[in-house]
């Protein structure tokens, strides 16, 4: 039973350079969340997904920042033209399709580190 | 005032003893509550949901106040390994709504 698979574990990019962060949910998990902490702050929400739907992108970026969880594959984080401000450790959680307040699981983060 | 609020800490205790960690929120429409640890920036890990009875799980329990709204933690004869940052965690817009961090509480337990 693997969890929640992230990759890459830590990605480095210059300033201007795109950066995409894959997540993979748990077996038979249908809902995507991807959250962001900064350093020496808590985690935030940034966007949930189904497959093929955005269905909560309150805490996203206005710019630079996308997201997308396709039919076949991982989920993506997309952020383009990165900034300092970028560098932050991303995670991503996921829950099972049924309701009732399920807790999300989290992978293992991607830690962005902006040259 | 923050969503989710929490004393950061930390809190330095010695091996054997019992601390507790308070946790408030400000949306009354909360629906699930969450304790979470995270180690050295690690991911999250759950530690336990909260229920309105409140509840156990070996040297842990949980209580939650909705009136005040309050959660609690209580750790009973603290290891070495309870060592982390105790986040308090709440879902506000649905069952499958997003997760509202607080920052966390730092536990240091020394032998």
């Known amino acids: 039973n693997a969890g929640v698979m992230q990759n890459p574990r830590h990605l480095v990019r210059r300033r201007g350079q795109e950066a995409r962060l894959r997540c993979s949910p748990m077996?038979?998990?249908?809902?995507v969340y991807w959250y962001r902490q900064l350093p020496e702050e808590g985690l935030k929400f940034m966007v949930y997904?189904?497959?093929?739907?955005?269905?909560?992108e309150s805490g996203m970026p206005k710019e630079r920042f996308s997201a997308e969880f396709p039919k076949e594959g991982p989920s993506i984080l997309r952020i383009q033209q990165v900034v300092r401000g970028d560098s932050a450790a991303y995670f991503c959680?996921?829950?099972?399709?049924?309701?009732?307040?399920?807790?999300?699981?989290f992978g293992d983060g991607t830690r962005l580190s902006i040259l | 005032r923050k969503e989710v609020e929490q004393d950061p800490g930390p809190f330095n205790v010695p091996e054997g003893a019992t601390v507790a960690f308070n946790c408030t929120y400000s949306?009354?429409?909360?629906?699930?509550f969450f304790w979470y640890r995270q180690d050295c920036r690690k991911e999250p890990k759950l530690l336990m949901s909260?229920?309105?009875s409140g509840n156990e799980d070996g040297r842990f329990t949980a209580q939650l106040n909705r009136a005040s709204q309050y959660i609690s933690l209580l750790i009973r004869d603290s290891k070495l390994s309870d060592s982390a940052t105790y986040l308090c965690?709440?879902?506000?817009?649905?069952?499958?709504?997003?997760?509202?961090f607080g920052k966390g509480t730092k536990l240091s337990v020394k032998p």
């Open positions: 959680a996921s829950s099972p399709p049924a309701g009732g307040g399920q807790p999300q699981h």
């Open positions: 077996k038979g998990h249908s809902h």
């Open positions: 997904l189904q497959k093929e739907n955005i269905i909560d």
């Open positions: 949306n009354s429409a909360s629906q699930s």
């Open positions: 909260v229920y309105s």
């Open positions: 965690v709440v879902r506000t817009g649905g069952s499958q709504g997003n997760l509202i």
